[in-house]
């Protein structure tokens, strides 16, 4: 079965700053999806960024930006000018499409907390 | 707004009762995922369905069922209700088009709140 581990429960940035956030995960499968999903006090899950795991080129959205690492299955996310509205729990989660369906397996998440 | 609904918001109800949450997915959208979110298990998938039919199970207990309907949506049915099914319960759809070997983004749905006293 897959896992997802995130090993920083919590972290705090300064408005304006850059974060990363940690993931690693375990498969044995060769394709498969990466997800981030940050869910604010409104609890609402919000899709921040996706990569394909046969795309080498790391995923870009805006101010988000992924350090995918096939081999040391690794998928950071990186947050720069980080802004007040960035404070959620970041959820990694991953997807294998072909071996256990559409299903998303999330890890522990991680609190960022944005300071001004 | 993600166009996936859930009713209701929150639910506050006693162990042993049974309680059925429903869902409607966005418009078009075939799949439907239910999620749990608890302080002890974290995120994790209980069950999908696809144009009606179970597609794939996970780390659902057997005091638990869905289904979903021909007007695709859903309702999750928690019965025998303990002080561990505390919960956040979402609801997710995607358009995957045949809900089993393709990516297709889920939407997810406000959640219920459930809390079992």
């Known amino acids: 079965a897959q896992t997802v581990t995130q090993s920083q429960p919590e972290m705090s940035v300064q408005e304006a700053e850059t974060v990363t956030l940690s993931c690693t995960y375990d498969t044995s499968e060769n394709n498969y999806y990466l997800f981030w999903y940050k869910q604010p006090p409104s609890r609402q899950m919000i899709l921040v960024i996706r990569q394909e795991a046969y795309k080498q080129q790391n995923a870009t959205e805006n101010r988000f930006s992924v350090n995918f690492q096939k081999a040391a299955k690794s998928f950071s996310l990186k947050i720069s000018d980080s802004q007040l509205g960035d404070t959620a729990m970041y959820f990694c989660a991953f997807m294998n499409p072909h071996t256990s369906g559409s299903r998303l397996t999330f890890g522990e998440g991680t609190q960022l907390t944005v300071n001004p | 707004d993600s166009g996936v609904t859930q009713t209701p918001k929150h639910l506050i109800t006693a162990t042993g009762q049974r309680v059925t949450l429903r869902c409607s997915p966005r418009s078009g959208d075939l799949s439907v995922y239910w999620y749990q979110q608890s302080l002890d298990q974290g995120l994790q998938f209980l069950i999908q369905?696809?144009?009606?039919?179970?597609?794939a199970k996970g780390n659902i207990l057997e005091r638990f069922s869905a289904q979903q309907f021909p007007d695709l949506h859903s309702e999750l049915n928690l019965s025998s209700l303990e002080l561990g099914d505390s919960a956040l319960y979402f609801c997710?759809?995607?358009?995957?088009?045949?809900?089993?070997?393709?990516?297709?983004?889920?939407?997810f749905g406000p959640g219920t709140r459930l809390t079992v006293l």
């Open positions: 997710a759809s995607s358009d995957a088009t045949d809900g089993r070997s393709s990516y297709n983004e889920q939407f």
């Open positions: 369905y696809y144009n009606g039919e179970e597609r």
